[in-house]
């Protein structure tokens, strides 16, 4: 697939994508930016977390990951399911009710200021890392597929790629993201599906065959019940999926705001579950494309890279099948991107405004129109020194470092919302920072004590203690009157 094309894929998405940016933002207001107007329609929401829930980094690294995971990712799916029905009927009553525009409104409600800023702060801090580096990793691969060959540098495709997004999101904000979450998860979906079908016909196999090929393979097992020390062991992955799920979309301002621009909390709680099981059947399939391209790559003698995130970009670029092939691959993978930095552009931009600012909620509609617009473009330029960044220094450890720091900063938030839905107590609040940055530490301190001393390998389900943590901290600071 020649750079050109990819271009061209690339513009004529894009082009799509804005118009209809533009027809479902032009009259939108700060309460379209913020929420969507509370006017979504619950299975146009559901749709919509088809592909918000995906990233570009999802995209690529799923189906590479079989070779050394088989289908173990299934388990943690299992625990996600559960944690939506967590999400679905204890969250969103609890934040309906207080009718909050940012989640980490809920903890001024319950605890004070503090406590509010804290979790604001600990969200923000997770949400931009993650969002660069998920950029990041799709600037890469659009370096070395199109920028490189014209000699553009890594920081006009940083510059151009984000500047598009806050274009795009600039003025509708939530609104604008449910009509162009749609697109993408049409895109992503189509992509997929597709992929599967013409990688199946290269193989000479009908969907009979890859039934049978697929659930023949070892790469599809499934369930990993034989190492309690392993980091696939199931009950590890089904409660880390659960937790990760309550943290990283329950009280993520990014996932959430999308499920809370519906009517009512009934129709948010059908987006959900809907959300939940459709799921389920797109990540099966990327576990399945993963299982089609080493089959295929093995069909063809094509040696294996050494990387399982660069399987799909050669099989679908270089692999010698249909160039229609290449060209879903970049459309899934620019849908994923565009959704995901979309959406983390614009939860970033309620979160600071609503929950860091001073006084927001005294400002008129043209003022507060104004600031949230400059608090947009400030952190969209703060991505762009991110991904810069990544590119300066990345490598492994680096990337490895980013994500173990962005399951920390959910620890505090998710313990903080635990010991506030379950227990009715107050804590002095004024100390609630100090025990947020304790309990990270406390979490990194213990994962390397079980490595070194007794041999445990502490993987997702760090974030359990790290909330755990985080409770027992509140629990010291109960305010005297209390019993």
Same mark, same amino acid.
């Given at each position: =697939?020649?750079?050109?094309?990819?271009?061209?894929?690339? @513009?004529?998405?894009?082009?799509?994508?804005?118009?209809?940016?533009?027809?479902?933002?032009?009259?939108?207001?700060?309460?379209?930016?913020?929420?969507?107007? +509370?006017?979504?329609?619950?299975?146009?929401? @559901?749709?919509?977390?088809?592909?918000?829930?995906?990233?570009?980094?999802?995209?690529?690294?799923?189906?590479?990951?079989?070779?050394?995971?088989?289908?173990?990712?299934?388990?943690?799916? @299992?625990?996600?399911?559960?944690?939506? !029905? /967590?999400?679905?009927?204890? !969250?969103?009553?609890?934040?309906?009710? *207080?009718?909050?525009?940012?989640?980490?409104?809920?903890?001024?409600?319950?605890?004070?200021?503090?406590?509010?800023?804290?979790?604001?702060?600990?969200?923000?801090?997770?949400?931009?890392?993650?969002?660069?580096?998920?950029?990041?990793?799709?600037?890469?691969?659009?370096?070395?597929? /199109?920028?490189?060959?014209?000699?553009?540098?890594?920081?006009?495709?940083?510059?151009?790629?984000?500047?598009?997004?806050?274009?795009?999101?600039?003025?509708?904000?939530?609104?604008?993201?449910?009509?162009?979450?749609? !697109?993408? %998860?049409?895109?992503?979906?189509?992509?997929?599906?597709?992929?599967? #079908?013409?990688?199946?016909?290269?193989?000479?196999? %009908?969907?009979?065959?890859?039934?049978?090929?697929?659930?023949?393979?070892? $790469?599809?097992?499934? $369930?990993?019940?034989?190492?309690?020390?392993?980091?696939?062991?199931?009950?590890?992955?089904?409660?880390?999926?659960?937790?990760?799920?309550?943290?990283?979309?329950?009280?993520?301002?990014?996932?959430?705001?999308?499920?809370?621009?519906?009517?009512?909390?009934?129709?948010?709680?059908?987006? &959900?579950? /809907?959300?939940?099981?459709?799921? &389920?059947?797109?990540?099966?399939?990327?576990?399945?494309?993963?299982?089609?391209?080493?089959?295929? =790559?093995?069909?063809?003698?094509?040696?294996?890279?050494?990387?399982?995130?660069?399987?799909?970009?050669?099989?679908?670029?270089?692999?010698?099948?249909?160039?229609?092939?290449?060209?879903?691959?970049?459309?899934?993978?620019?849908?994923?991107?565009?959704?995901?930095?979309?959406?983390?552009?614009?939860?970033?931009?309620?979160?600071?405004?609503?929950?860091?600012?001073?006084?927001?909620?005294?400002?008129?509609?043209?003022?507060?129109?104004?600031?949230?617009?400059?608090?947009?473009?400030?952190?969209?330029?703060? =991505?762009?020194?991110?991904?810069?960044?990544?590119?300066?220094?990345?490598?492994?450890?680096? &990337?490895?470092?980013?994500? +173990?720091?962005?399951?920390?900063?959910?620890?505090?938030?998710?313990?903080?919302? *635990?010991?506030?839905? $379950?227990?009715?107590?107050?804590?002095?609040?004024?100390?609630?920072?100090?025990?947020?940055?304790?309990?990270?530490?406390?979490? @990194?301190?213990?994962?390397?004590?079980?490595?070194?001393?007794?041999?445990?390998?502490?993987?997702?389900?760090?974030?359990?203690?790290?909330?755990?943590?985080?409770?027992?901290?509140? #629990?010291?600071?109960?305010?005297?009157?209390?019993?």
């Amino acid at each position: =697939m020649s750079s050109l094309a990819v271009i061209l894929t690339v @513009a004529g998405y894009i082009a799509v994508l804005f118009v209809v940016a533009w027809l479902s933002g032009r009259r939108a207001d700060n309460a379209g930016f913020f929420s969507g107007g +509370r006017c979504t329609p619950w299975y146009m929401a @559901a749709f919509a977390m088809i592909g918000a829930a995906m990233s570009g980094v999802t995209f690529i690294s799923v189906p590479g990951s079989v070779a050394a995971d088989a289908f173990s990712y299934m388990q943690m799916v @299992a625990g996600f399911t559960v944690g939506q !029905l /967590v999400v679905a009927f204890v !969250l969103v009553p609890a934040f309906y009710r *207080l009718r909050v525009v940012s989640l980490y409104e809920y903890l001024d409600a319950r605890f004070g200021v503090a406590s509010h800023r804290t979790g604001a702060w600990f969200f923000f801090l997770s949400k931009m890392l993650s969002a660069a580096l998920k950029l990041y990793v799709v600037c890469a691969v659009m370096q070395q597929l /199109v920028f490189d060959a014209y000699g553009i540098p890594l920081w006009a495709n940083a510059a151009l790629t984000v500047g598009l997004v806050w274009l795009y999101t600039r003025r509708g904000g939530v609104k604008v993201l449910i009509w162009t979450d749609t !697109l993408q %998860s049409l895109c992503l979906v189509g992509s997929l599906v597709l992929s599967v #079908f013409f990688i199946m016909r290269g193989l000479g196999w %009908s969907a009979c065959d890859v039934v049978r090929e697929v659930s023949a393979s070892p $790469l599809s097992r499934v $369930l990993f019940l034989d190492d309690p020390s392993s980091g696939r062991y199931f009950w590890k992955m089904f409660a880390a999926g659960i937790v990760l799920l309550v943290a990283m979309t329950g009280l993520d301002q990014d996932m959430m705001q999308r499920n809370m621009s519906c009517p009512t909390p009934r129709d948010a709680q059908k987006n &959900i579950v /809907v959300t939940a099981l459709c799921q &389920i059947v797109v990540i099966l399939l990327f576990l399945v494309l993963g299982v089609l391209l080493y089959a295929y =790559m093995d069909c063809r003698g094509m040696a294996v890279p050494a990387r399982g995130d660069e399987v799909f970009p050669l099989v679908a670029v270089n692999g010698g099948l249909p160039p229609v092939v290449g060209v879903l691959f970049v459309v899934g993978l620019i849908s994923c991107t565009y959704s995901a930095a979309g959406a983390s552009l614009t939860a970033l931009t309620t979160s600071f405004t609503v929950d860091l600012l001073d006084g927001v909620r005294r400002y008129d509609e043209r003022r507060l129109s104004r600031v949230r617009s400059r608090v947009h473009g400030l952190l969209a330029a703060g =991505m762009v020194g991110l991904i810069l960044a990544f590119g300066y220094w990345a490598d492994d450890s680096v &990337i490895n470092l980013v994500f +173990r720091m962005a399951g920390y900063t959910y620890g505090p938030i998710l313990g903080m919302f *635990l010991f506030g839905l $379950l227990s009715r107590r107050r804590v002095r609040d004024r100390w609630m920072p100090a025990v947020a940055v304790a309990a990270p530490l406390l979490s @990194a301190l213990l994962q390397y004590a079980a490595r070194t001393r007794w041999g445990y390998e502490i993987g997702f389900e760090l974030l359990i203690y790290n909330a755990a943590f985080t409770v027992a901290g509140m #629990f010291i600071l109960l305010k005297r009157d209390e019993k």
